[in-house]
């Protein structure tokens, strides 16, 4: 099954529920949106499916290509092929770029593997220069006086260069000037294809005009309540969470 | 080494502990065609060595550090070194193959010298060792031997090293001259009970551009050894000077370094300490802004493990208006290890529009290590920017779940998170070769693998 399939999943941080009964599975190639309101616990669903320990799950299952993914440690979570791009990326002093993607590149090779280094530098390079990121970048460490847009333009260049089976990108687009959203979907659409799934989170729509989505899913309140095609974006976007609020309330 | 010549080296040592009157003598007596002026020196100083008391647990200079293991007597001065201790010196002499002179010292004694170029000399750079810039450059040395010593808190010791030192490097760089490899002297300690008082005298005349590596380590894994070194630089107006010293003597060594620096009018000076040796290590470090305009950054770097203990004491005293200062020392601990930063930033009346900055950063790695912090500041002047501050904390959570989310392995994590942490330290080093070894010793260090080089950036 190559798919990422999530299923009622229930998430407790610091003992209370934020996710509940919470079911989606993204096939393999596709791209689904996942909207939703601030604090509707969108951040708190992919940090918990990539493993951080301040979110337990407490119910359901999760499976990476049939591989059960709640049982892992983070980092072999990394290497089943799942990245995160972070919605608030951690600025590491001292580790630059270059030597950080380095050893995420190294820890997938076999234990008798090297990475070449010339052609390391020379994918490195070409990621950057398609996400218009200096070159000088790589001697830089890791976030570290980034401005927002940089660190989400480096998030996606790592997701490039690790080339994941799935990645959860959350709220790529905020802190994104329109010229800078526009290089970072260009990247992510330069990497769509038949072996990528991704699941895009975000709250606003204007995301999904440049990185055109397969399914829409409006979250609320821990789980999600409403699924649909691309136009559910731009009903979104005209009526407002509210309407959505009140569908729910209804049901 | 044959039997005769252990046994005969043992005899000759044993007599005379480096407390004891006699070996004070025996040094005098050693010393060629010594000038007078020499001899009255050191017999001051041995004076001052015997009327000092030990530190005691209640010293305040030494608070937070052991003084237990602090008794000189088993400790002698070495006699002749046998040829395989000199083979073995000159061996561990090849961290740094670019240079513009190099010097090897086993137990202060000389055993390979690579002379400044003929240009540089012709031009007035002296590069010599001690003993001999003593008897040819008297009159210029006097000036500046032992005039500035840090005077914080190991005085005794600092006298007893006036008394028995007995060589070291000896660099004067005359005015304007700009020199861009570096000058490198390594210090080795060889034999059981060896005492060695290495001495380091740097004088950049005003305008002159120069840096110098000192490299401190033992022959052998296991003797019990005893160094006590002094490091003093003095930069003239506009002079850039880059010190850089690296403690790696054996773990069963104790040591003492107690280094100034003092710039005069616009000086540049920078210096970096990474101490990695000795099972207990004291770092005195007086920076003295006397000149105004002048900057000065002292940067540090510990990682002690098993139950070393690296006992650090500064002060940056601005004399001078308008200078800079910035102290950063940074410490890894493993294990029962201990640090101690103490350090003190004095601001004279007359030393407005001054900057200074004093860092203590500790990343503790395992929860049994220790590390103490008194930082402090004395501010008579009332136009200044002072900031000191003191953390210690363990490796970052987040941090590490960041990396760990790229798939990279929590140990490869952790070491990554530890490089990062010395690199504001390391980025000073200015020299890639010592990088390397530094990255390899400190990755032994740690039973880890020393992290591939750093990036090029080829645009
Ligand atoms: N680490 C945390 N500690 C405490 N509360 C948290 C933590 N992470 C998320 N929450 C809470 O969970 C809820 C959902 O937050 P989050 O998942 O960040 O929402 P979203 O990403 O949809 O805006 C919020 O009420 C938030 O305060
Ligand atoms: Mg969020």
Known sequence: ?251 | MSNASTLERVSAKAAKSITSSEAFQNHLESLENAPKWLIDLKTEQWEQFSSLPMPTPKSEAWRFARTGNLSLDKYQLSSDLTPSEIEDAQKNSHLIESYSGKMVFANDQLVEKKEATASLSQAGLIWAPLAKAINEHGSLLRKFLLTFTPDLGSEKFQALHGALFSNGSFLYVPVGMEVTLPFVAYHEICGHGAAVFPHTLIIADAGAKVHLVDIFQSTGANTKNFACGMASIFAGAGAQVSYQAIQEWNLETLSFHLNSVSAERDADVQTVTVNLGSHQTRSEQHTCLSGPGSNVDNFSLSVPTGNQEVDQRTLQTHKAPSCRSNMLYKNALMDDSRTIFSGLIKVEESAQQTDAYQTNRNLLLNGSAEANSLPGLEILANDVKCSHGATTGELDKEQLYYLLARGITRKKAEELLVFGFFEEVFSHLENDELREHLNSWIGKKFHVDPPTGNPVTNS
């Not at chain 1, 009622?8 to 209370?16: A, P, R």
């Not at chain 1, 490195?124 to 070159?135: H, P, T, V």
Request: charged share 25%.
């Open chain 1, 1 to 251: 099954m190559s798919s990422l399939d999530i299923r009622n999943l229930e998430i407790h941080v610091e003992g209370k529920p934020i996710v509940k009964d919470f079911t989606l599975n993204v096939p393999k190639g596709e791209v689904h949106a996942l909207m939703g309101p601030n604090g509707s616990g969108k951040s708190t669903l992919a940090k918990a499916l990539a493993g951080h320990e301040d979110y337990q799950i407490v119910a359901g299952e999760a499976s990476l290509n049939g591989q059960n993914i709640l049982k892992m440690e983070v980092d072999e979570i990394a290497r089943a092929g799942l990245f995160m791009a972070f919605q608030y990326p951690s600025e590491i002093p001292g580790v630059s770029i270059a030597n950080f993607i380095r050893a995420a590149l190294t820890a997938r090779l076999a234990d008798n593997e090297e990475l070449d280094a010339a052609r390391y530098y020379r994918r490195l390079y070409e990621k950057m220069d398609l996400l218009k990121i200096d070159r000088k970048f790589t001697a830089r460490s890791v976030n570290e006086g980034f401005s927002g847009g940089e660190k989400k333009r480096c998030e996606i260049l790592q997701m490039a260069m690790l080339q994941p089976h799935f990645a959860i990108m959350d709220e790529t687009d905020s802190g994104l000037d329109i010229d800078a959203l526009k290089i970072v979907s260009h990247g992510v659409n330069t990497m769509r294809g038949p072996d990528l799934g991704i699941l895009l989170i975000t709250h606003y729509q204007r995301l999904l005009d440049y990185i055109v989505p397969d399914k829409v899913h409006v979250m609320w309140d821990g789980r999600i309540v409403r699924s649909g095609g691309k136009e559910l974006a731009l009903e979104l976007e005209e009526k407002g969470y509210d309407w959505v609020k009140e569908e729910v309330a209804v049901v």
